[in-house]
């Protein structure tokens, strides 16, 4: 006579597969990429503020931090880093919502669960929707950082630029001394 075997554990159930499901799996994630975005929209809004739009260096209202190399002044770019794609807003703000979509559908491929990527792309992503957010609301992004160099000039820029450059910059750097993630 057969006797019946044991039964078989019911089968878990999957884990959750998105970070709204599981806020924990992508914390430092989320936590920087809202630290980044707070910050750049508060120093953006401090400088609106304080400073007249359109305000050079050399103009009465900007803020000299450090003589002849260092200031605030006010000024709007509708183009993309160094005034590239001038006068697109649009299609930009397009491409940073498709951008951070993008990162979202294949966050699993890029290693967002690695502790390191997610502190690259917390700087990514919070500076990306630091300047959408602009780009929405004033149709144009607001640099404010002025940086000389002698007669040199650096594009103004501000702290969502410098976010997205630091996290891209450490995602490379990452990926070049682990090329197998």
């Given at each position: 006579?057969?006797?019946?075997?044991?039964?078989?554990?019911?089968?878990?159930?999957?884990?959750?597969?998105?970070?709204?499901?599981?806020?924990?799996?992508?914390?430092?994630?989320?936590?920087?990429?809202a630290?980044?975005?707070a910050?750049?929209?508060?120093?953006?809004?401090?400088?609106?503020?304080?400073?007249?739009?359109?305000?050079q260096?050399?103009?009465?209202?900007?803020?000299t931090?450090?003589?002849?190399?260092?200031y605030?002044?006010?000024?709007?770019?509708?183009?993309a880093?160094?005034?590239?794609?001038?006068?697109?807003?649009?299609?930009?703000?397009a491409?940073a919502?498709?951008?951070?979509?993008?990162?979202?559908?294949?966050?699993?491929?890029?290693?967002?669960?690695?502790v390191?990527?997610?502190?690259?792309?917390?700087?990514?992503?919070?500076?990306?929707?630091?300047?959408?957010?602009?780009?929405?609301?004033h149709?144009?992004?607001?640099?404010?950082?002025?940086?000389?160099?002698?007669?040199?000039?650096?594009?103004?820029?501000n702290?969502a630029?410098?976010?997205?450059?630091v996290g891209?910059?450490?995602y490379?750097?990452r990926s070049?001394?682990?090329?197998?993630?």
């Open positions: 006579m057969n006797e019946p075997g044991p039964e078989a554990a019911p089968a878990a159930a999957p884990a959750a597969s998105t970070p709204l499901a599981r806020p924990g799996a992508y914390l430092w994630f989320w936590l920087l990429a630290a980044i975005f910050a750049d929209q508060a120093s953006k809004a401090w400088i609106a503020g304080r400073i007249p739009y359109g305000t260096a050399a103009d009465p209202g900007a803020i931090l450090i003589p002849n190399f260092l605030f002044i006010h000024v709007g770019n509708t183009g880093a160094w005034s590239l794609f001038t006068g697109q807003s649009v299609m930009l703000a491409l919502a498709i951008t951070l979509a993008a990162i979202f559908f294949w966050r699993r491929a890029l290693g967002l669960h690695e390191g990527t997610q502190l690259c792309f917390g700087l990514l992503c919070g500076g990306i929707l630091g300047n959408l957010c602009d780009r929405l609301r149709g144009h992004v607001i640099d404010f950082i002025d940086t000389h160099f002698g007669s040199y000039i650096y594009p103004t820029f702290l630029d410098s976010a997205i450059c891209v910059a450490i490379l750097l070049l001394r682990s090329p197998d993630r």
